[in-house]
């Protein structure tokens, strides 16, 4: 199977930095997208920033300028360095690997992968 582990969550202030970084581990062949998501209390999982396999990246409205993803392929891993942040960046962030191909057996299977989590809270 496929696991993601993130880490590079905590507390900071108003206007300060933050780097979260997530690593796909397992018998994987390709990932198309990865990604990273948030959900605030009371909120619906909302998404951050993606980075798409032939290089493409999308970010929500909310954070474009401020937030930028990057994605080492060979690594199966995604980074995104967040400055600039705001009380309301305050939120878990999940990192997504979608599109996952990998060995199963003597064949190749396909999957959408999420990360346990990890907590971001922007407060003075």
């Known amino acids: 199977q496929v696991q993601l582990v993130e880490s590079g969550g905590g507390l900071v202030q108003p206007g300060g930095s933050l780097r979260l970084s997530c690593a796909a581990s397992?018998?994987?062949?390709?990932?198309?997208?990865m990604g990273w998501y948030r959900q605030a209390p009371g909120k619906q999982r909302e998404l951050v920033a993606a980075?798409?396999?032939?290089?493409?990246?999308n970010y929500a409205d909310s954070v474009k300028g401020r937030f930028t993803i990057s994605r080492d392929n060979a690594k199966n891993a995604v980074w995104l360095q967040m400055n600039s942040l705001k009380p309301e960046d305050t939120a878990v962030y999940y990192c997504n690997a979608a599109g996952v191909k990998y060995v199963r057996g003597s064949s190749l299977d396909t999957g959408d992968y999420w990360g346990q989590g990890t907590q971001v809270t922007v407060s003075s």
């Open positions: 397992g018998r994987i062949f390709s990932i198309n997208a």
């Open positions: 980075a798409i396999s032939g290089g493409n990246t």
